[in-house]
């Protein structure tokens, strides 16, 4: 029975030394301070102040398309956080008048690299979370999480996101 207990407690001090380390942001504030829009087509990215749309806070962003892309993204600097080997990010996004796929990527900006990508077809109304697989980001000092909505149909819609979060660790 001992020998069990010191298991225990030996799982649970390797757990606590290894916490997790987090950045979130839900478009509060002055959101164009912090995020960037990217666009091609007939794409629009944005942001929605105070005007109730949010999932959490006042404040959202919203990217817009029908024939071209749009994405907004922030940067993130990872590098002076203790664990960076299991990170992953999330965002939820509302797909307006109908379902859509939504992706979520993890850019490192020395050479552009996409470390991690998923698109996730996001069903339904109100806003649905989209998570990366986990990515190791030792040696990197700092990432982009992005998140993009493309369309060449030529029907337009607008997709909502809110509270983004990059995490890493346990």
């Not at 091609?40 to 109730?52: C, F, K, L, P, T």
């Not at 080997?85 to 690299?113: H, K, M, T």
Request: glycine share 14%; aromatic share 10%.
């Amino acid at each position: 029975m001992p020998a069990v207990i010191g298991l225990a407690l030996a799982g649970l001090s390797a757990t606590a030394a290894h916490a997790s380390v987090s950045l979130s942001d839900g478009f509060e504030g002055n959101p164009w301070s912090r995020w960037e829009a990217l666009v091609s087509g007939d794409g629009r990215a944005d942001v929605d102040i105070d005007q109730g749309f949010a999932r959490t806070g006042t404040n959202n962003g919203w990217l817009y398309t029908g024939q071209g892309w749009a994405a907004e993204r922030i940067a993130v600097p990872v590098g002076s956080w203790s664990d960076r080997s299991n990170c992953s990010a999330e965002i939820y996004a509302q797909p307006v008048g109908g379902g859509a796929q939504v992706g979520l990527e993890i850019w490192d900006p020395n050479g552009w690299r996409k470390l991690t990508a998923t698109a996730p077809w996001l069903t339904g109304p109100g806003y649905q979370p989209i998570r990366t697989r986990p990515v190791d980001l030792r040696g990197i000092d700092k990432v982009y999480v992005q998140a993009i909505f493309g369309k060449d149909n030529g029907v337009k819609q607008f997709v909502r996101l809110d509270d983004m979060t990059l995490r890493c660790g346990s």
